[in-house]
């Protein structure tokens, strides 16, 4: 049964930082790409960052660009979200998702597995 198991949210003021992790199990982790994704109240779910496979391509969204860092360790089976400069508007809750596949999506469809999603809330 696959996994996947957020963890290091919390409340942080405007400015702070926040590091999240994913830890899967219950498939090969090595070969999927890797995704942040977070949905805030009354909104729907967006794209935030995604990480290749073999960890050599990362992409964000716009507006976390420079703020933001993905990061993968495939011997632990883990995936990372470094969050700096955090904003009121980053206030969601974070959901990394799995995707067996060579190219690299920014939607949510066809990722095949998602985590739980971890709250982050940021006050002004």
């Known amino acids: 049964q696959v996994q996947l198991v957020e963890s290091g949210g919390g409340l942080v003021q405007a400015g702070g930082s926040l590091r999240l992790s994913c830890a899967a199990s219950g498939l090969t982790f090595s070969i999927h790409n890797m995704g942040w994704f977070r949905q805030a109240p009354g909104k729907e779910r967006e794209f935030v960052a995604v990480?290749?496979?073999?960890?050599?391509?990362?992409y964000y969204t716009d507006s976390v660009k420079g703020r933001f860092t993905i990061s993968r360790d495939n011997a632990k089976k883990t995936v990372y979200l470094q969050m700096n400069s955090l904003k009121p508007e980053d206030t969601a809750v974070y959901y990394c998702?799995?995707?067996?596949?060579?190219?690299?999506?920014?939607?949510?469809?066809?990722?095949?597995?998602w985590g739980q999603g971890t709250q982050v809330t940021v006050s002004s």
């Open positions: 990480i290749t496979w073999i960890g050599d391509g990362t």
């Open positions: 998702a799995a995707h067996r596949a060579v190219a690299v999506v920014t939607t949510a469809s066809p990722y095949d597995h």
